[in-house]
Each structure stands twice: as structure tokens, then as C-alpha cells.
């Protein structure tokens, strides 16, 4: 008999309905049939979906094919083949008592068959089928000096302790029974675990006992309702598993949220002040003066053919430090100034704050005295403070300024040395980072990037081509675009008593007081708990024939935020997650090749000072990276999933060092790399 | 031995038949059995492991079911990168060297990270390709064609290849 025939004769001789009892009440199915000693169930018929449900199975069937595939809820998946009767449990064959068949636009499946594929066993009494959810599964795993054992059950199971010993454990399981083998001889830390069902087919309960071995310990654990699972092992063993963490969904909220990118050029009143927990406060005796960022960039900072801040102004060909052996200050009515006494060649760079303070750091220099702090006489200069900062393998030496006003400062090799010169001159230049060198070292950095149709500096002075008369570069060249990932409804991930939109937002500001205090140009594509959107993006988006217009009007207004200024770089901050709770680190994905670099700068700045796992420079198809056009890259700072990378993402001294490391790969990267103009010249 | 002359044929002929139904019902170039990837958790190390077909093997069908095995994952126990447990394949439509692969709304909760994201995705991609014939991937959600997955990181509104990796 044919499946077209057995369906012909079912639709054509009504047949009993048949009667079935699940989990304390009727299991009805609207569309069924007796079939070969078996059932006939259509795979849309609710009653079928009521069952599933309940053991936590999924059933995917599509048009013009021929599978249909059930994945149970512990991912052993089911396969059905229409027009066979041979089905699959996993990795096992069985034979049906029929083929499932196609009628109607529905596929009817062998419902005994399925029932028992799905670990619940059909227990016939006089007039009804009693569907007895099974504790189906033991699985008995060696790990190490551990066993683990998983118990796994066709419906969410609740486990009753009877007796909890050392090295003995009894749980009662209510509401299923066992086709489990009695008895069985496990070795290791369990000797045995025994099985026996208790009850009725409408009331059964399967009870376990595990015996451990002597001197043994355990700990129960679930990972899901469907499951139990405990671990035997010696006392001087770790007990803990690592259990997969749920993941709750989040859907993005109203775009109700509506803001516009944050711009900002200057670290804000409230910023967190950079350095705080690594480089003491060089303020004057006021303590007025806030902390200068101390960043020097580690020696493996660099990318591949370029250099390092340090690096870049450490003397060519040397790599003996040179020495300040004196300080001397210098105030006069209408001027003050610095005059530092120096053995042996090195490099400088000075920065110019936006808050008057302008500071300059020596190079691969060391500084024979204490530091200094001076508050002196002058109308011009607040305080002076003179430190030394860095690290062993790379000295710098500080000096820095907080003026009384708009100043002009300059500094310039002498004979013994270097001077530096604050004048009551406003200072016209818009500058704001320069270069030298003093005793004959050379800057060893790569060729300045030409910007805005200048030639590079000759002269090495600027990091950044043209000169303080030629003005600042109008091409947006200075300016880094900082993307603190999700925001307002978009909540990203959300594990630990901890938020990724809020995360990433903390961290992004970080990078950008540090930034800023660099003498870069910050922006980002949001500054509050906003999902940031260009509602004027949408109508075109809607229009443009691709798909999912308001995702990508998201998505788009973030990139444009970098794309109409055509930064430097881009750089979208986020937060990781793994369902289990192993995967730690920080990750730094990229698309376009020109991306690459930066990457690896970050990865040499960040993972240092983050201390976090180094997940690598991967590449994905990620869209913020994927349509910026300039270099790129999304930071996944750590796993929220994680205990040691939540505790870190907990901990704001962390989240400062983890700025420290992005706003030093970024500053490595972007100060000795030309900007990328468009992604047609890529 | 003439006897036995028409039992030799008709066993010839019977085995002659045979082979053509095997050689026919298995023109796609598709074996026993498929290679299905997952990927670890380090988010980017792919695992093959075999599935053994059922009877059908036209490409249509060893596409869906080849889909389904990769949503499903690998058994429970292994560490590997997974989609939501809900998530279904609705449909595996094949143009070749394209298949579009229609995922249900559930896979909208694994916009938790590129990790995730990225290793769910990639498992996929690499179990398509690895059908005779297909080098890229659509992905559908609910029949819908979508940039991202709602507040998530991998453009999808692209054919994915092994290259978007």
C-alpha cells in the first residue's frame, strides 16, 4: 500500500480519533489517523505543536524537499524522509511503520515514532495511549579525575534530594519515568548509579541513586529544565562546571531615541580623569592641575612599518637614553621660560591642550633629580612640573605647563639643550602637536601624510603635514570617531548585572578625554543612552531596493558620523558574549583591508594594558566596519559572559586601563598613517 | 547450464537496473552522508563532523536538511557556538552557486556579540558551501531579507561566502 493510498483511504474511512494523555490531560489532534499500528499526524496540527512545545522540540519542514527534521531539546535531531520509512535518531537508523507522506500541503509523520525518538514512551491501558515523558538519557563523562554525569529528560524535570552524602546521592524525578538501564558499574569517583521507576503511567517518578567512590565529593548542576547533571570527584578537585549562560533576547526599541551624533573636541567637565590608577597627579601645589595624560605607547605598540610615539621620537640609531641633568627656570616680566640641560641626543613632541595647558615629552630620556612642581612669579605660567613617566625600557621625560591665558609656547634646541619659551604673545598658531629634536637625534617616524593638497613637512615639526601659518588640515584628517556600540532600546548584551550599552559608552568617553587631551579631534556617534538615528536617512533607504531600511538607517548614521567628516579612523567599541562561560579576551574584528593595521595597532596597545586574553585580529562582515571608508574596526573589549572579564567590565579602574590602550593604539596608528580618503582609492 | 541462462540475464539485468536507480537518485554528487561544520567556541575554528543522509538526495532537499543540521549544532556536550535553541529553517531555496536559507525570528537573540554572531554564521556558510555546487549564502529571517540582525554586528543583506570570514 502506497503513502498516497494510506492517505487516500484516511481522509476517505473516518477513523477513531485516537485518545491520548500527556502530562495530566488530553493530547487531541485535529488532523490523525491509525496507520500500520501507528499514527498518522499532520505536522501543522496544534495538537502536534502542543506536544512539541512542551518537550522542547522544534520541526522544520520547507516546500519542494523531501526532510523533515526534528530537533530535540537537547539538538539530537530527528529526520524524517518523505516517501521512506527509515528515519534518523542522531546517529541512528530506525524504520518507521509507515512513510510519512504529503497531503494537502501538510506531511503527515509516524507519531508513535516520533514520541519515542523524543524520549517519551507511549503506555497503552483500555481506550487510551498514555504518553509518559522518559528520563531517556544518562550521559557519563570522564573529565580528569572527575566523572559528570547528565541526566536528560524529555520535559523540564525537577529534581527531589532523598539523601545527599559525601559519597552517596538519591534524587526522586517526578512526572517522568525510565527506560534507563537498573544497574550500572561506572568506575572513578562513581562506583555505581542505580535507576528504578516508581508510580503509574499517569504518575510515574524515576528515581537515581549515585554511589561515590570512597573519600568522593559532589556538586549538582543544571544547565537547562530538561536536565540534571552532577559531578563526583576527589576533595582536592575542582567541582565547578562550566555551564552554557542563557542568552535573553533584546529587540531594539522605539526610535523614539532620536540624537544627534556627539561632537567633542575636549575632554568633558565630568570625564574620567585619564591615568588616574598608574601615574600620580602632576598638579601644581594648588592641585589645580588636572592629570596630563602620561601615555607612551608600548614598545610592541607599533604597527608593522611604522612607529610607536615613542618610539617615532626616540634617536635613530641609539638606544642609550639621554640624560636631563638640570632644570632651570627662567621668569621675567614679559616672558618664562624652561631651560633643560640635556647629555646626549633625543626627540620631543609637544602637545598643546585645549584648556591652556601645553605640555612636552622628551624622548628615551631620563631625569637625574626628582621631579619638579613650581608655582612661579609669573603672569603668564601658573605652575611647571617637571617628571619623569614611562617605562625602563622607554624613559620620558615630562614638562608641563598650565598657563594663565592663551600663550604662546615654543621650544627649541640650544646648545646644551632644549629651551622652552612662554610669551605674552597670544598664540595665533592652531597647532596643537609639533616635533623637534636636540644633541643631533633625527626623527625616526615615517614620512608626515600630505593633507588638504599639502606637501609634507620638510622639517619634521609636524605630525600632521603643513604648518601652524598654513592652519589645520580642513579634510577632517584630525578628527577620530569613537562608536560606543548599541544604545537607548538596543541594549546589546546583558549578563552579570552588567549592560553593554552602557559599557561601551563609559569606555568610549574614556578613550576620548584621552584623545582629546592628545590633540585630537573626537567625535561620537552618541554621548547619552541613544540609539543614535538619522531619520532622514530612512525614506532614501527605503527606497533604494535593499532590505531591512530602519536596521540599517541605524546602522548607516553611525558610519556617516565618520564618513561625512571623513575621519582618521573609526573605531566601534563593544562588548562580547559566548553562551558558555569559557571564551575570555578581547577581539578585534576588521573588514576592509586597509582596516588591518589599526587593528594590529590596537591589539599591541590594548592588550597590554587590559591585561585581558588576546582573542586576535579577525575579520568578519560586520556592517559599521564594512561601510565606514576609512580604516576601521569594532572592539570587542571582553566576555560579559565570563566571570573574570565581568569582573573586569565591573571595575572602572579596568575600563581606564582598557582606554588607555584603545586611545594609544589609536594615537600609535593614526599619527605616523595618512588618512584614507575614500574607498574608491583603496 | 542453459537452465541456467535466463536466471543469469535476468540477475544481470535486475543488478543493471540497480546501479542505474543508485547512479540517478544520487545525481546531485551528493554521498551518504554530508560534512555539517560547527564552530568552536573561540568563535572562529571550524569542526566537520558527518551526518548520514536519508533516501533523499536531490540538492533541494540535502540543502534544508543540511541547514537543520547546522542550526541544531553538534550534540550536547560539545563546545560549540550555537544558534539560539529555538531557531528553525523555514526554507532552503537553491539557485546555484546560491542557496537562501530562511531562519525563523528566534535566530533575533543571538545579536549578543560578534563571537556569537560571527561563529553561528560561519558554521552555516561553511556547511552550505561544502554542497557540490553552492559558494554562497543568503540568509532570511522569517522571509524577510535583513541588513543586520536587530542591534547586531554581521551584515547579512550580502551573499555570505567562506571569504566573509
Same mark, same amino acid.
Given at each position: 500500500?502506497?503513502?498516497?493510498?494510506?492517505?487516500?483511504?484516511?481522509?476517505?474511512?473516518?477513523?477513531?480519533?485516537?485518545?491520548?494523555?500527556?502530562?495530566?490531560?488530553?493530547?487531541?489532534?485535529?488532523?490523525?489517523?491509525?496507520?500500520?499500528?501507528?499514527?498518522?499526524?499532520?505536522?501543522?496540527?496544534?495538537?502536534?505543536?502542543?506536544?512539541?512545545?512542551?518537550?522542547?522540540?522544534?520541526?522544520?519542514?520547507?516546500?519542494?524537499?523531501?526532510?523533515?527534521?526534528?530537533?530535540?531539546?537537547?539538538?539530537?535531531?530527528?529526520?524524517?524522509?518523505?516517501? #521512506?520509512?527509515?528515519?534518523?535518531?542522531?546517529?541512528?537508523?530506525?524504520?518507521?511503520?509507515?512513510?510519512?507522506?504529503?497531503?494537502?500541503?501538510?506531511?503527515?509523520?509516524?507519531?508513535?515514532?516520533?514520541?519515542?525518538?523524543?524520549?517519551?514512551?507511549?503506555?497503552?491501558?483500555?481506550?487510551?495511549?498514555?504518553?509518559?515523558?522518559?528520563?531517556?538519557?544518562?550521559?557519563?563523562?570522564?573529565?580528569?579525575?572527575?566523572?559528570?554525569?547528565?541526566?536528560?529528560?524529555?520535559?523540564?524535570?525537577?529534581?527531589?534530594?532523598?539523601?545527599?552524602?559525601?559519597?552517596?546521592?538519591?534524587?526522586?524525578?517526578?512526572?517522568?519515568?525510565?527506560?534507563?538501564?537498573?544497574?550500572?558499574?561506572?568506575?572513578?569517583?562513581?562506583?555505581?548509579?542505580?535507576?528504578?521507576?516508581?508510580?503509574?503511567?499517569?504518575?510515574?517518578?524515576?528515581?537515581?541513586?549515585?554511589?561515590?567512590?570512597?573519600?568522593?565529593?559532589?556538586?549538582?548542576?543544571?544547565?537547562?529544565?530538561?536536565?540534571?547533571?552532577?559531578?563526583?570527584?576527589?576533595?582536592?578537585?575542582?567541582?565547578?562546571?562550566? !555551564?552554557?549562560?542563557?542568552?535573553?533576547?533584546?529587540?531594539?526599541?522605539?526610535?523614539?531615541?532620536?540624537?544627534?551624533?556627539?561632537?567633542?573636541?575636549? +575632554?568633558?567637565?565630568?570625564? +574620567?580623569?585619564?591615568?588616574?590608577?598608574?601615574?600620580?597627579?602632576?598638579?601644581?601645589?594648588?592641585?589645580?592641575?588636572?592629570?596630563?595624560?602620561?601615555?607612551?605607547?608600548?614598545?610592541?605598540?607599533?604597527?608593522?612599518?611604522?612607529?610607536?610615539?615613542?618610539?617615532?621620537?626616540?634617536?635613530?640609531?641609539?638606544?642609550?637614553?639621554?640624560?636631563?641633568?638640570?632644570?632651570?627656570?627662567?621668569?621675567?616680566?614679559?616672558?618664562?621660560?624652561?631651560?633643560?640641560?640635556?647629555?646626549? *641626543?633625543?626627540?620631543?613632541?609637544?602637545?598643546?591642550?585645549?584648556?591652556?595647558?601645553?605640555?612636552?615629552?622628551?624622548?628615551?630620556?631620563? !631625569?637625574?633629580?626628582?621631579?619638579?612642581?613650581?608655582?612661579?612669579?609669573?603672569?603668564?605660567?601658573?605652575?611647571?612640573?617637571?617628571?619623569?613617566?614611562?617605562?625602563?625600557?622607554?624613559?620620558?621625560?615630562?614638562?608641563?605647563?598650565?598657563?594663565?591665558?592663551?600663550?604662546?609656547?615654543?621650544?627649541?634646541?640650544?646648545?646644551?639643550? !632644549?629651551?622652552?619659551?612662554?610669551?605674552?604673545?597670544? #598664540?595665533?598658531?592652531?597647532?596643537?602637536?609639533?616635533?623637534?629634536?636636540?644633541?643631533?637625534?633625527?626623527?625616526?617616524?615615517?614620512?608626515?601624510?600630505?593633507?588638504?593638497?599639502?606637501?609634507?613637512?620638510?622639517?619634521?615639526?609636524?605630525?600632521?603635514?603643513?604648518?601652524?601659518?598654513? *592652519?589645520?588640515?580642513?579634510?577632517?584628517?584630525?578628527?577620530?570617531?569613537?562608536?560606543?556600540?548599541?544604545?537607548?532600546?538596543?541594549?546589546?548584551?546583558?549578563?552579570?548585572?552588567?549592560?553593554?550599552? !552602557?559599557?561601551?559608552?563609559?569606555?568610549?568617553?574614556?578613550?576620548?578625554?584621552?584623545?582629546?587631551?592628545?590633540?585630537?579631534?573626537?567625535?561620537?556617534?552618541?554621548?547619552? #543612552?541613544? #540609539?543614535?538615528?538619522?531619520?532622514?536617512?530612512?525614506?532614501?533607504?527605503?527606497?533604494?531596493?535593499?532590505?531591512?531600511?530602519?536596521?540599517?538607517?541605524?546602522?548607516?548614521?553611525?558610519?556617516?558620523?565618520?564618513?561625512?567628516?571623513?575621519?582618521?579612523?573609526?573605531?566601534?567599541?563593544?562588548?562580547?558574549?559566548?553562551?558558555?562561560?569559557?571564551?575570555?579576551?578581547?577581539?578585534?574584528?576588521?573588514?576592509?583591508?586597509?582596516?588591518?593595521?589599526?587593528?594590529?595597532?590596537?591589539?599591541?596597545?590594548?592588550? +597590554?594594558?587590559?591585561?585581558?586574553?588576546?582573542? *586576535?585580529?579577525?575579520?568578519?562582515?560586520?556592517?559599521?566596519?564594512?561601510?565606514?571608508?576609512?580604516?576601521?574596526?569594532?572592539?570587542?573589549?571582553?566576555?560579559?559572559?565570563?566571570?573574570?572579564?565581568?569582573?573586569?567590565?565591573?571595575?572602572?579602574?579596568?575600563?581606564?586601563?582598557?582606554?588607555?590602550?584603545?586611545?594609544?593604539?589609536?594615537?600609535?596608528?593614526?599619527?605616523?598613517?595618512?588618512?584614507?580618503?575614500?574607498?574608491?582609492?583603496? | 547450464?542453459?537452465?541456467?541462462?535466463?536466471?543469469?540475464?535476468?540477475?544481470?539485468?535486475?543488478?543493471?537496473?540497480?546501479?542505474?536507480?543508485? &547512479?540517478?537518485?544520487?545525481?546531485?554528487?551528493?554521498?551518504?552522508?554530508?560534512?555539517?561544520?560547527?564552530?568552536?567556541?573561540?568563535?572562529?575554528?571550524?569542526?566537520?563532523?558527518?551526518?548520514?543522509?536519508?533516501?533523499?538526495?536531490?540538492?533541494?532537499?540535502?540543502? &534544508?536538511?543540511?541547514?537543520?543540521?547546522?542550526?541544531?549544532?553538534?550534540?550536547?556536550?560539545?563546545?560549540?557556538?550555537? &544558534?539560539?535553541?529555538?531557531?528553525?529553517?523555514?526554507?532552503?531555496?537553491?539557485?546555484?552557486?546560491?542557496?537562501?536559507?530562511?531562519?525563523?525570528?528566534?535566530?533575533?537573540?543571538?545579536?549578543?556579540?560578534?563571537?556569537?554572531?560571527?561563529?553561528? &554564521?560561519?558554521?552555516?556558510?561553511?556547511?552550505?558551501?561544502?554542497?557540490?555546487?553552492?559558494?554562497?549564502?543568503?540568509?532570511?529571517?522569517?522571509?524577510?531579507?535583513?541588513?543586520?540582525?536587530?542591534?547586531?554586528?554581521?551584515?547579512?543583506?550580502?551573499?555570505?561566502?567562506?571569504?566573509?570570514?
Amino acid at each position: 500500500m502506497t503513502a498516497s493510498a494510506l492517505a487516500r483511504a484516511s481522509a476517505q474511512v473516518p477513523a477513531p480519533a485516537p485518545a491520548f494523555w500527556f502530562e495530566g490531560a488530553p493530547l487531541t489532534f485535529e488532523h490523525a489517523a491509525p496507520m500500520n499500528g501507528d499514527v498518522a499526524v499532520g505536522i501543522r496540527d496544534p495538537g502536534l505543536q502542543r506536544f512539541l512545545s512542551r518537550v522542547g522540540a522544534t520541526i522544520a519542514y520547507g516546500a519542494q524537499q523531501r526532510y523533515v527534521v526534528i530537533t530535540a531539546n537537547d539538538r539530537r535531531t530527528v529526520a524524517f524522509v518523505i516517501g #521512506d520509512t527509515r528515519y534518523t535518531v542522531g546517529a541512528g537508523a530506525m524504520r518507521a511503520a509507515f512513510a510519512p507522506f504529503a497531503q494537502n500541503g501538510d506531511v503527515a509523520l509516524p507519531f508513535i515514532a516520533l514520541a519515542r525518538a523524543l524520549s517519551v514512551e507511549p503506555i497503552d491501558i483500555p481506550g487510551q495511549t498514555i504518553l509518559e515523558p522518559q528520563l531517556g538519557v544518562m550521559d557519563v563523562r570522564p573529565d580528569g579525575r572527575r566523572t559528570i554525569v547528565t541526566l536528560h529528560a524529555a520535559t523540564p524535570i525537577v529534581a527531589h534530594t532523598i539523601v545527599d552524602q559525601s559519597e552517596r546521592l538519591q534524587v526522586a524525578f517526578d512526572g517522568v519515568g525510565t527506560t534507563l538501564l537498573p544497574a550500572r558499574k561506572i568506575g572513578g569517583p562513581i562506583s555505581e548509579i542505580d535507576v528504578f521507576a516508581t508510580g503509574n503511567a499517569r504518575t510515574p517518578t524515576a528515581t537515581v541513586t549515585f554511589a561515590g567512590a570512597a573519600g568522593t565529593l559532589h556538586r549538582v548542576a543544571s544547565a537547562s529544565p530538561y536536565e540534571y547533571t552532577v559531578v563526583f570527584g576527589p576533595p582536592d578537585v575542582s567541582l565547578d562546571l562550566r !555551564l552554557p549562560v542563557s542568552a535573553p533576547s533584546y529587540a531594539r526599541g522605539e526610535a523614539s531615541q532620536t540624537g544627534s551624533p556627539a561632537v567633542v573636541a575636549m +575632554p568633558p567637565a565630568n570625564a +574620567p580623569q585619564p591615568y588616574a590608577t598608574d601615574v600620580p597627579p602632576v598638579g601644581g601645589p594648588s592641585g589645580s592641575y588636572a592629570p596630563a595624560p602620561a601615555y607612551v605607547a608600548p614598545a610592541t605598540a607599533t604597527p608593522a612599518g611604522a612607529e610607536s610615539p615613542a618610539n617615532a621620537s626616540a634617536p635613530s640609531g641609539s638606544a642609550t637614553p639621554a640624560v636631563v641633568t638640570a632644570v632651570t627656570f627662567g621668569p621675567a616680566d614679559d616672558a618664562f621660560s624652561v631651560h633643560l640641560t640635556i647629555n646626549g *641626543g633625543s626627540t620631543y613632541a609637544w602637545h598643546r591642550l585645549l584648556d591652556d595647558r601645553w605640555y612636552l615629552d622628551l624622548a628615551n630620556a631620563t !631625569l637625574t633629580d626628582a621631579g619638579r612642581d613650581e608655582r612661579p612669579d609669573s603672569p603668564l605660567v601658573d605652575s611647571v612640573r617637571v617628571r619623569q613617566i614611562g617605562t625602563p625600557d622607554a624613559p620620558v621625560v615630562r614638562i608641563a605647563f598650565t598657563l594663565k591665558g592663551d600663550h604662546r609656547v615654543e621650544a627649541a634646541p640650544s646648545g646644551d639643550g !632644549l629651551t622652552i619659551a612662554v610669551s605674552a604673545a597670544p #598664540d595665533d598658531a592652531t597647532a596643537r602637536i609639533g616635533t623637534g629634536s636636540v644633541g643631533g637625534a633625527t626623527i625616526a617616524q615615517a614620512s608626515p601624510p600630505a593633507e588638504s593638497g599639502q606637501p609634507p613637512a620638510m622639517d619634521g615639526t609636524w605630525k600632521f603635514g603643513g604648518s601652524a601659518a598654513n *592652519g589645520p588640515p580642513v579634510n577632517g584628517s584630525r578628527i577620530i570617531v569613537l562608536d560606543p556600540g548599541h544604545g537607548g532600546g538596543d541594549m546589546g548584551t546583558a549578563h552579570n548585572g552588567l549592560i553593554e550599552k !552602557l559599557i561601551t559608552l563609559d569606555i568610549s568617553r574614556r578613550v576620548r578625554a584621552l584623545l582629546a587631551a592628545q590633540g585630537w579631534i573626537v567625535k561620537m556617534t552618541r554621548d547619552s #543612552d541613544i #540609539d543614535p538615528y538619522n531619520p532622514a536617512l530612512l525614506p532614501a533607504m527605503q527606497t533604494d531596493g535593499l532590505p531591512n531600511a530602519s536596521d540599517r538607517a541605524y546602522l548607516q548614521t553611525r558610519c556617516n558620523v565618520a564618513n561625512d567628516v571623513n575621519a582618521r579612523v573609526f573605531v566601534s567599541i563593544h562588548v562580547n558574549y559566548s553562551p558558555s562561560t569559557s571564551p575570555s579576551g578581547t577581539t578585534f574584528y576588521y573588514t576592509k583591508p586597509q582596516d588591518v593595521a589599526l587593528a594590529q595597532a590596537l591589539e599591541r596597545a590594548v592588550i +597590554p594594558a587590559a591585561g585581558t586574553a588576546d582573542d *586576535g585580529v579577525v575579520h568578519a562582515n560586520y556592517y559599521v566596519t564594512k561601510h565606514t571608508t576609512m580604516p576601521a574596526v569594532l572592539i570587542e573589549t571582553a566576555f560579559i559572559s565570563n566571570p573574570g572579564d565581568a569582573a573586569k567590565l565591573a571595575d572602572p579602574a579596568w575600563l581606564a586601563s582598557i582606554a588607555r590602550g584603545i586611545a594609544g593604539g589609536i594615537d600609535a596608528y593614526a599619527r605616523v598613517r595618512p588618512p584614507q580618503t575614500s574607498r574608491a582609492d583603496q | 547450464m542453459k537452465a541456467l541462462r535466463p536466471a543469469l540475464l535476468a540477475v544481470l539485468f535486475l543488478v543493471a537496473v540497480a546501479t542505474a536507480w543508485y &547512479f540517478v537518485s544520487h545525481r546531485a554528487g551528493v554521498g551518504d552522508a554530508i560534512t555539517v561544520y560547527y564552530t568552536k567556541n573561540d568563535g572562529t575554528t571550524e569542526v566537520p563532523w558527518r551526518v548520514t543522509l536519508g533516501a533523499a538526495r536531490d540538492l533541494p532537499s540535502v540543502a &534544508f536538511y543540511a541547514a537543520t543540521q547546522a542550526v541544531a549544532g553538534p550534540p550536547q556536550g560539545v563546545d560549540a557556538v550555537r &544558534f539560539p535553541a529555538t531557531t528553525r529553517v523555514l526554507a532552503a531555496t537553491v539557485k546555484a552557486p546560491t542557496v537562501t536559507i530562511d531562519l525563523s525570528n528566534d535566530v533575533n537573540s543571538s545579536a549578543q556579540g560578534g563571537l556569537l554572531e560571527t561563529g553561528e &554564521f560561519k558554521g552555516l556558510v561553511w556547511t552550505m558551501t561544502a554542497l557540490p555546487g553552492i559558494s554562497a549564502v543568503i540568509v532570511r529571517v522569517n522571509g524577510a531579507a535583513v541588513a543586520t540582525l536587530p542591534g547586531g554586528h554581521l551584515e547579512l543583506d550580502e551573499p555570505l561566502t567562506r571569504a566573509s570570514f
